[in-house]
C-alpha cells in the first residue's frame, strides 16, 4: 500500500476532534498548483471540526441543504461542524483557514454565513499554520490561537451571500453573468440565451436564490466590485468594469449596500 501523501495525512487530521482545538492552513506558491487546473467538484461531504477558511483568488461555489451560494473572494466562509456541503472551485485558487473543534465554535454562527476579515486574522493565520502538524501546542501558541478565535467571533457578517440557483440552465446564466458583470443585456434576452422563458427565469431565481433576477445580478456585481476594489483598482475602473453608465451610479450602489462610500468602507474593514 502507497504511503499517504501530506494532503491526506492533513486531511485525516482535521477530522480528528482530539489534539489542537485550532489546526490552520495557508495555500499559496507551489501550495496552490493543486487547485490550478479547470474546475474541481468535491461531492457531498461534512467535517468534524468546524471550518473558517477566506478564499483570496479563485471562485468557490458551496452548496448545503440550506441553499447554494458563492464565496466572494477577500472573504471567509464559515461551515459549522457536521454541516454537509458540495464545494466547487473554478481557477487557480489561494487562500487560508482554520479547523476548530466543536467545543470551541460556540461564539460562531450555527448556519453557514460570509463574514470579514482583517489583517490581523490573516497574520495569525499565517503563523499558525507553520504550526499545522503540531499534536500539542505550547503556552505561546495557545495564546496565539486565542486571540484569532476572539478576531473570528467578533467578525462581521457580511450581506454577501450570494445564492446560486440550481437548476442547470439558470446556473448557467449566473456564471455568465459573473464572468461578464459589465453585460447589460436584460432578463428577456438571457432567458431566450439559455432557452428559457423569460416568466420561467424570472421565477427560477425567486424560488431558487429568494432575489429577483435584478436582485441577485446587483448582489453579484458588488461582489465582483469588492474583489477589484480590494485588489487596489481604482473605483471608475470597477465602475467601467461592472458595466454601470458613471463612477457615481456604482458610489450610490455601494453606499446602499454598506452604507458608506467604498473608500470608506475599505478604510473600516482595515481597521
Same mark, same amino acid.
Given at each position: 500500500?502507497?504511503?499517504? +501523501?501530506?494532503?491526506?495525512?492533513?486531511?485525516?487530521?482535521?477530522?480528528? +476532534?482530539?489534539?489542537?482545538?485550532?489546526?490552520?492552513?495557508?495555500?499559496?506558491?507551489?501550495? !496552490?498548483?493543486?487547485?490550478?487546473? *479547470?474546475?474541481?467538484?468535491?461531492?457531498? @461531504?461534512?467535517?468534524?471540526?468546524? /471550518?473558517?477558511?477566506?478564499?483570496?483568488? *479563485?471562485?468557490? @461555489?458551496?452548496?448545503?441543504?440550506?441553499?447554494?451560494?458563492? &464565496?466572494?473572494?477577500?472573504?471567509?466562509?464559515?461551515?459549522?461542524?457536521?454541516?454537509?456541503?458540495?464545494?466547487?472551485? =473554478?481557477?487557480?485558487?489561494?487562500?487560508? *483557514?482554520?479547523?476548530?473543534?466543536?467545543?470551541?465554535?460556540?461564539? &460562531?454562527?450555527?448556519?453557514?454565513?460570509?463574514?470579514?476579515?482583517?489583517?490581523?486574522?490573516?497574520?495569525?493565520?499565517?503563523?499558525?499554520? =507553520?504550526?499545522?502538524?503540531?499534536? /500539542?501546542?505550547?503556552?505561546?501558541?495557545?495564546?496565539?490561537? =486565542?486571540?484569532?478565535?476572539?478576531?473570528?467571533?467578533?467578525?462581521?457578517?457580511?450581506?454577501? @451571500?450570494?445564492?446560486?440557483?440550481?437548476?442547470?440552465? !439558470?446556473?448557467?446564466?449566473?456564471?455568465?453573468?459573473?464572468?461578464?458583470?459589465?453585460?447589460? $443585456?436584460?432578463?428577456?434576452?438571457?432567458?431566450?440565451?439559455?432557452? &428559457?422563458?423569460?416568466?420561467?427565469? =424570472?421565477?427560477?431565481?425567486?424560488?431558487?436564490?429568494?432575489?429577483?433576477?435584478?436582485?441577485?445580478?446587483?448582489?453579484?456585481?458588488?461582489?465582483?466590485?469588492?474583489? $477589484?476594489?480590494?485588489?487596489? /483598482?481604482?473605483?471608475?475602473?470597477?465602475?467601467?468594469?461592472? *458595466?454601470?453608465?458613471?463612477?457615481?451610479?456604482?458610489?450610490?450602489?455601494?453606499?446602499?449596500?454598506?452604507?458608506?462610500?467604498?473608500?470608506?468602507?475599505?478604510?473600516? /474593514?482595515?481597521?
Amino acid at each position: 500500500m502507497n504511503n499517504p +501523501t501530506e494532503h491526506e495525512r492533513f486531511y485525516e487530521m482535521i477530522e480528528r +476532534t482530539e489534539g489542537p482545538s485550532l489546526i490552520a492552513y495557508w495555500i499559496d506558491g507551489e501550495a !496552490a498548483s493543486e487547485y490550478d487546473e *479547470g474546475t474541481r467538484e468535491y461531492g457531498w @461531504h461534512s467535517h468534524a471540526r468546524g /471550518q473558517f477558511f477566506c478564499v483570496e483568488s *479563485g471562485l468557490v @461555489h458551496v452548496r448545503t441543504s440550506r441553499g447554494s451560494w458563492l &464565496l466572494p473572494p477577500h472573504r471567509a466562509g464559515w461551515m459549522p461542524p457536521g454541516e454537509e456541503h458540495t464545494v466547487s472551485i =473554478s481557477g487557480p485558487m489561494t487562500g487560508w *483557514g482554520i479547523f476548530v473543534t466543536p467545543p470551541e465554535c460556540g461564539c &460562531l454562527p450555527p448556519e453557514p454565513c460570509v463574514v470579514g476579515v482583517n489583517e490581523l486574522m490573516r497574520a495569525l493565520v499565517r503563523r499558525a499554520s =507553520s504550526w499545522a502538524w503540531e499534536t /500539542q501546542l505550547d503556552e505561546s501558541q495557545e495564546r496565539i490561537c =486565542s486571540v484569532l478565535m476572539e478576531e473570528i467571533c467578533r467578525a462581521q457578517r457580511e450581506p454577501l @451571500h450570494l445564492p446560486m440557483p440550481l437548476d442547470r440552465r !439558470a446556473l448557467r446564466i449566473a456564471f455568465a453573468l459573473l464572468e461578464r458583470p459589465e453585460d447589460n $443585456r436584460g432578463l428577456e434576452e438571457w432567458a431566450a440565451w439559455a432557452g &428559457l422563458s423569460p416568466r420561467s427565469l =424570472s421565477r427560477l431565481f425567486r424560488s431558487e436564490t429568494a432575489l429577483s433576477f435584478a436582485q441577485w445580478r446587483q448582489l453579484a456585481r458588488l461582489s465582483r466590485g469588492l474583489e $477589484r476594489l480590494a485588489d487596489g /483598482q481604482p473605483v471608475s475602473a470597477v465602475a467601467d468594469a461592472l *458595466g454601470y453608465a458613471s463612477v457615481s451610479a456604482f458610489v450610490a450602489m455601494f453606499r446602499r449596500s454598506f452604507g458608506q462610500p467604498p473608500a470608506k468602507y475599505f478604510a473600516a /474593514q482595515a481597521t
